[in-house]
C-alpha cells in the first residue's frame, strides 16, 4: 500500500480510494481474462474440436492459477533466502505459530480449489457428454494398428506398424467413437482433439467428436503395449460431410467391397487369433 | 536446566564391553539387530540403487535423442525403462523413505534405545536384499527382464502376453520388498508407540518422527493390497485363474485398481519421510522452530487420510472411473500440501539462514517441488487428464516431485550422516553438487512438460513421424547428464571426506534428540537425556534463554 | 495412549465415511470394499488402543514426564541374532521357486521352519546379548 503514489490532496491513507483503484485495476484483467483467446496458449494445442477447444480454455484458466501462484511462492521463497541470509550470531526471534496467517493459507486454497474444482465439473459434462447421432465409427485396437469400421455401412479400414490407417469423418458433425480392444490395453490418443481414452479389453468406450474444421491430424497409442508401441500410429482425416459421403460410397462399388472385405478378413483375423496382422489392408478412395 | 543421567547408563556400559566379544566382520553384518547397523545398510543399498537406476535413465535418455535411435533394440528399450521405474520406485525411493535414514533416525529422535522389534527390523533389511536381487537378475534370465512397465497393467503382464521368467522375477521381488515394507511399517508404528522416552508426548515429536509414523500407517493401509494383487497376477499367469483376463470373465481394470490403490497412498509413502527430513533441516539452519507445527502434524495425517480415495484419477482415461470424486478428492490433497509448503517458507522467514549444502538441498528440494505440485494440479482435472494422461507431461510433473525428493534424500545425508558416521562431507563439493543436481532437474524436467502438451506418449522407443521433438529431447538428455555428474560428485564427496572432518555431537546447533548424544550414537543411543519438554529439547537445553514463542509475538508459550 | 487411539478411530471413522459415500455413488465393488477395509484397519488397532488407554495409568511418555521415569527394565533387545537372515533366506528361496521350479521351496521352508524354531528358542532365552 505504501509504495501507491500518494493523491496530491495528501489527506492520507484513504481506503475507498485505494480499493477503487484496485477494482479499477482489475476490470481490464479480468475483461482482459474473460476474452479467453487473448490469454496465451501455456504450450497446448487450441484443438480443432468443439470439446477440445473447452478443454482448451480450462488449461489456460488452470494455467493462468498455476503462473499466479506458483509464482507468488516462487517469489516468496527467492525473498526469504535472499533476504534472511544469515548475518551474525544472533538469535532470531523463535515466532512458531500465526494462526490468522495459517488459517489464510488454508482458507484460500480450499476456495482456489472449489473454483477449479467447478470449472472442471463443467468441462468434463461437456466432453464426455454423448449426444445422439447417426455418424458413428468404431475403433478396434490390436496389437500394434487400429482398425476402423463404420456400423451400418461398408467402410472398413486396417492398418499397422508399416502402414498407418485412416479415420475419416466429416466436419460439423457430431461423430460417435466407439473404441475398444482385441488384446491388450492400448490408448487412443490424438494430441490435436485434446483428447485420450483407453481402448480397453472387454469394455467398449464411447466419446463425441465435433471437429471444427477440415484437416488431417496424427494419432497414436498412448498406452504401453508391448514391442511395437511406439510405432502404433494413425491418422485422422476431418473431410466435409459430401466428402465423407462420396468416401463411404466407394465401398459400395465392387472394387471397393473386395478391399472392405479383405480389411475386414484382416481385422477378423486379428481378432480371432490375436495374432498381428500381417500385411496392412488399408481402402478407400484417399 | 540439567541433563539427566539416563538409568540406563550402567546397562549400556555392560552392552558396550559385550559388544567387543560380539561377532565381527561380515558376520556381525549379517546378525545385527543395531537399528544404526540396519539403516545404514539400507543407506547404502537404496544409493546403489539409485546409481543403477540412474544408469538405465541415462540409457533411456541416450536412446531417445534420436528420433529413430538404434542404440537399444525395441525389446530391451521396454525393459530398460521398466527396469528403471521399477528400481526406483521399489527399491531406492521406498526404502531410503522409510528404511533408511528413518531406521537410524526415528529411536534416537524419540529416545528410545532401538526399534521396537530389532529382529524383525534385521528381516526387513534381508527381504529388502534379497528383493532387489531378485528384481536384478530378470536381466539374467532368458527372455529378459520384466518389460511391461513399473505398473504392470493387465492383460500386458499376462503369461501370453509376458511369458518368461523376468516377468515373475518382477512379481516375486515385489513380494519380498512388500513384506520388507510392510514389517517395517509395523516395526516404526510400534516403536513410536511404545518406546518414546518419558515426556515424549506425541505433540512434542519431530516432524520427521511424526511423518514416519504417518508413513507407516499408509504402509499398513497400503501394501497389502499390492500383495494380494500380485498373488493374483501370480496366479493367472500360472494356475489359469481369469482375474484379469476378459476371457475367463475376469476384468482387466481390476489390477489398475488394486494398484493404484497402492500406487497413490506410496507416492505418499514415499513423499512423507522427505518432507519430514526437510522439515527437519530448514528450522535447523534458519536458527528457528518449525513453523506451525501443528499445521504440520494437521497436514500430514490430512494427505494419508485423502490419499486412500485419489487411486483412480491415474485412470480418468479407462472411461470407468467415477471422474469427479476422484477429482475432488485430488485437488484437495492440494491443499495441506501447499500448507506445508507455506510453512517451510515461514520457518525460514526472519530467520539466519545458514546455507550449508544440507540447505541448499532442502531449498532445492521446496522450489522443484512447487513445480510438481502443480503440475500435478492440473493432471487432477479429468478434461486435462485427457490430454495428458500417458503423455512426457504427466513423466514430468512426476519426475519434478522426485527430483525434490533425491534433493530431500541428499540433504538428509548430508545434515544427519555425520550423526551416523561421525565424519562430516565436503561443503564445497556439496555445493557444487547441489547446483549440478538442481539445474540439471530443471533442465531435464522442463522439456518434457513441453513435449507431453506437443503429444509426445510415454515409454516410446522411437518417435520416427515427429523428428521435431528431437531438440527438446536432446536438452532433456543434457539435464539427465548433469544429473548424472551430480550423483558422481556424491560418490567423489563420500571417497574425499572419508573420515577426514570429525563432526562431534552436534555440528549444526540441532534440536532434536539426535543431536544430544555422541556423534555415533553409542549401542542404545544415549547416555544421558535432557528434560524434554517442547519438540526441540536438544535447542531448549544449550538454549535456555531462546524458547520458542507462539503467534509471532512477544509472549510466551 | 488416548491420542494415539484417537488418530487411529478418525482415520477409521473418516475412511468408512468416504468409503459408504464413494461405494455408493459409484457403485464399483473393489474401491469401496478396498476403502471400507482401510477404515476397519483404522478401527482394529485403534479401538484397541482405545481399551487399555482407559485401563492403564498415563504414561510418562502422554504427560510432562521426567527423563528418570524412564529407569529401570525397558526391554529385552538382541544384540545379535542370524534369524532374521535365516529367515530372510529362506524367503528368497520361497519366492525363487515361484519361478525356478517348486523345488526350490524344500531349502526354502527348510531354513523358514529352523528360523521360527531357532527364533522363538532364542527369545526364551531371553535373547542373545
Ligand atoms: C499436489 C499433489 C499431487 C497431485 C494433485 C498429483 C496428481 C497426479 C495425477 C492426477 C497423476 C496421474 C496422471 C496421469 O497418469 O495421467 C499423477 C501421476 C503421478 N504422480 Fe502425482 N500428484 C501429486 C503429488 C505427487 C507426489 C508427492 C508424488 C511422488 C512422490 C507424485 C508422483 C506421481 C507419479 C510417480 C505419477 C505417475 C505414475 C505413473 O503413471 O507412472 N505425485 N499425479
Ligand atoms: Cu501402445
Ligand atoms: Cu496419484
Redesign the pocket.
Known amino acids: 500500500m505504501e509504495v501507491q503514489p500518494s493523491a496530491p490532496q495528501g489527506a492520507g491513507p484513504q481506503p475507498t480510494k485505494h480499493r477503487r483503484r484496485w477494482i479499477a485495476a482489475l476490470i481490464p484483467l479480468t475483461a482482459l481474462a474473460l476474452s479467453g483467446c487473448t490469454l496465451p496458449s501455456f504450450g497446448a494445442y487450441k484443438s480443432d474440436t468443439t470439446t477440445g477447444q473447452e478443454t482448451y480454455r480450462l488449461w489456460q484458466w488452470f494455467s493462468v492459477g498455476a503462473v499466479i501462484i506458483g509464482t507468488f511462492t516462487f517469489l516468496l521463497i527467492v525473498w526469504a533466502v535472499l533476504r534472511y541470509r544469515r548475518k551474525g550470531d544472533t538469535i532470531p526471534k523463535q515466532s512458531q505459530y500465526h494462526i490468522p496467517l495459517e488459517l489464510l493459507y488454508t482458507i484460500i486454497p480450499v476456495i482456489i480449489v472449489g473454483v477449479l474444482f467447478w470449472g472442471t465439473v463443467v468441462v468434463e459434462n461437456k466432453v464426455v457428454a454423448m449426444p445422439k447421432t447417426n455418424v458413428k465409427i468404431h475403433v478396434n485396437a490390436f496389437k500394434w494398428g487400429w482398425g476402423f469400421t463404420y456400423p451400418g455401412q461398408n467402410a472398413v479400414v486396417v492398418g499397422n506398424t508399416t502402414q498407418e490407417p485412416t479415420m475419416v469423418m466429416p466436419v460439423g458433425t457430431d461423430v460417435a467413437v466407439t473404441i475398444t480392444s482385441t488384446d491388450v490395453m492400448h490408448g487412443f490418443y490424438i494430441p490435436q482433439f485434446n483428447f485420450s481414452r483407453y481402448a480397453l479389453p472387454g469394455v467398449t468406450n464411447e466419446v463425441t467428436f465435433h471437429a471444427v474444421k477440415t484437416g488431417t491430424f496424427t494419432g497414436q497409442c498412448s498406452q504401453l503395449c508391448g514391442l511395437y508401441h511406439s510405432l502404433m500410429y494413425f491418422k485422422v482425416k476431418v473431410v466435409t460431410v459430401t466428402q465423407y459421403a462420396a468416401w463411404l460410397h466407394s465401398f459400395d462399388t465392387p472394387a471397393g467391397k473386395l478391399a472392405a472385405q479383405a480389411a475386414q478378413n484382416a481385422l477378423k483375423i486379428q481378432m480371432s487369433a490375436g495374432l498381428p496382422v500381417v500385411s496392412a489392408v488399408t481402402a478407400g478412395v484417399n | 536446566m540439567t541433563a539427566v543421567i539416563s538409568p540406563d547408563t550402567h546397562h549400556d556400559d555392560a552392552h558396550e564391553a559385550h559388544e567387543h566379544h560380539g561377532p565381527t566382520g561380515v558376520l556381525k553384518w549379517l546378525t545385527t539387530t543395531d537399528h544404526k547397523i540396519i539403516g545404514l545398510s539400507y543407506t547404502v543399498t537404496a544409493v546403489l540403487m539409485l546409481v543403477i537406476g540412474g544408469f538405465f535413465a541415462e540409457l533411456i535418455r541416450v536412446q531417445l535423442s534420436a528420433p529413430y535411435e538404434h542404440f537399444l533394440s525395441f525389446a530391451q528399450y521396454n525393459e530398460v525403462f521398466t527396469m528403471h521405474?521399477s528400481i526406483m520406485i521399489y527399491l531406492f525411493a521406498g526404502p531410503m523413505a522409510f528404511g533408511a535414514l528413518a531406521n537410524i533416525i526415528v529411536p534416537i529422535q524419540i529416545g528410545a534405545p532401538d526399534m521396537a522389534f530389532p529382529r524383525l527390523n534385521a528381516l526387513s533389511y534381508w527381504l529388502y536384499l534379497t528383493g532387489s536381487i531378485t528384481m536384478l537378475s530378470g536381466f539374467f534370465v532368458s527372455g529378459g527382464a520384466a518389460n511391461f512397465g513399473?505398473?504392470g497393467y493387465a492383460p500386458l503382464s499376462n503369461a501370453a502376453n509376458s511369458p518368461g521368467a523376468g516377468a515373475d522375477l518382477w512379481i516375486g521381488a515385489l513380494l519380498l520388498t512388500g513384506f520388507s515394507a510392510i514389517f517395517t511399517g509395523v516395526n516404526i508404528c510400534a516403536t513410536v508407540f511404545y518406546l518414546r522416552a518419558p515426556g515424549m508426548t506425541l505433540f512434542r515429536m519431530p516432524i520427521f518422527t511424526w511423518n514416519l509414523l504417518v508413513t507407516s500407517i499408509l504402509i499398513l493401509l497400503a501394501f497389502p493390497v499390492l500383495t494380494a494383487g500380485l498373488i493374483m497376477l501370480y496366479c493367472d499367469r500360472h494356475f489359469g485363474t481369469h482375474i484379469f483376463s476378459v476371457q475367463g470373465g475376469g476384468v482387466p481394470v481390476l489390477w489398475q485398481h488394486i494398484f493404484w490403490f497402492w500406487g497413490h497412498p506410496e507416492?505418499?509413502i514415499?513423499?512423507l519421510p522427505f518432507f519430514g527430513m526437510v522439515t527437519e533441516i530448514i528450522p535447523v539452519f534458519s536458527r528457528k522452530p518449525v513453523f506451525g507445527y501443528k499445521g504440520m502434524v494437521f497436514a500430514t495425517l490430512t494427505i494419508a487420510a485423502l490419499s486412500l480415495g485419489v487411486w483412480a484419477?491415474?485412470m480418468?482415461t479407462t472411461g470407468t472411473v467415477l471422474l469427479p470424486f476422484f477429482s475432488i478428492m485430488?485437488?484437495l490433497?492440494?491443499v495441506p500440501?501447499g500448507i506445508k509448503l507455506f510453512n517451510w517458507i515461514g520457518s525460514m522467514w526472519r530467520g539466519q539462514i545458514w546455507f550449508s549444502a544440507a540447505m541448499l538441498f532442502a531449498i532445492g528440494f521446496v522450489i522443484t517441488f512447487l513445480i510438481?505440485?502443480l503440475t500435478?494440479?492440473y493432471?487432477?482435472s479429468p478434461p486435462l487428464?485427457f490430454f495428458?494422461?500417458?503423455t512426457y507431461f504427466?513423466v514430468a510433473?512426476?519426475h519434478s516431485?522426485?527430483m525434490a525428493?533425491v534433493m530431500g534424500g541428499i540433504a538428509g545425508l548430508y545434515y544427519w550422516g555425520p550423526k551416523i558416521t561421525g565424519y562430516l562431507l565436503n561443503e564445497t563439493i556439496g555445493k557444487i553438487q547441489f547446483w549440478f543436481l538442481f539445474i540439471g532437474s530443471q533442465v531435464f524436467t522442463l522439456p518434457l512438460y513441453i513435449l507431453g502438451l506437443r503429444g509426445m506418449p510415454r515409454r516410446m522407443a522411437v518417435y520416427p513421424n515427429n523428428p521435431g521433438w528431437q531438440h527438446l529431447n536432446e536438452i532433456a538428455t543434457f539435464g539427465a547428464v548433469l544429473i548424472g555428474i551430480s550423483t558422481v560428485l556424491f560418490v567423489v564427496n563420500i571417497l574425499v571426506s572419508w573420515k577426514k572432518y570429525p563432526a562431534g555431537d552436534n555440528p549444526w546447533d540441532g534440536h532434536t534428540l539426535e543431536w544430544f548424544t555422541t556423534s555415533p550414537p553409542p549401542h542404545h543411543n544415549f547416555y544421558r537425556l535432557p528434560q524434554i519438554r517442547s519438540e526441540r529439547p536438544t535447542w531448549d537445553y544449550n538454549h535456555p534463554e531462546a524458547p520458542a514463542l507462539t503467534h509471532g509475538t512477544h509472549e510466551e508459550k | 495412549m488416548k491420542l494415539e487411539a484417537r488418530i487411529l478411530l478418525v482415520l477409521g471413522l473418516f475412511f468408512a465415511i468416504m468409503g459408504t459415500v464413494y461405494w455408493i455413488w459409484s457403485g464399483e465393488n473393489a474401491g469401496g470394499m478396498m476403502i471400507i477395509a482401510g477404515g476397519l484397519l483404522g478401527f482394529l488397532p485403534g479401538s484397541y488402543y482405545w481399551w487399555w488407554s482407559r485401563r492403564m495409568p498415563v504414561r510418562p511418555e502422554d504427560r510432562d514426564g521426567d527423563v528418570t521415569e524412564g529407569a529401570g527394565f525397558v526391554g529385552a533387545f538382541p544384540g545379535t541374532s542370524i534369524f532374521p537372515f535365516t529367515l530372510g533366506a529362506g524367503a528368497f528361496f520361497a519366492v525363487l521357486s515361484l519361478v525356478f521350479g517348486f523345488w526350490l521351496m524344500v531349502p526354502g521352508l527348510g531354513l523358514i521352519v529352523w528360523a521360527a524354531i531357532g527364533g522363538v528358542a532364542e527369545s526364551r532365552r531371553g535373547g542373545t546379548q
Do not use: C
Request: charged share 5%; aromatic share 12%.
Open positions: 521405474g513399473w505398473v507416492v505418499y514415499l513423499a484419477h491415474h480418468f485430488s485437488l490433497i492440494a500440501t510438481g505440485g500435478g494440479i493432471l487432477a487428464d495428458t494422461h500417458d504427466v510433473h512426476f516431485v522426485v525428493l
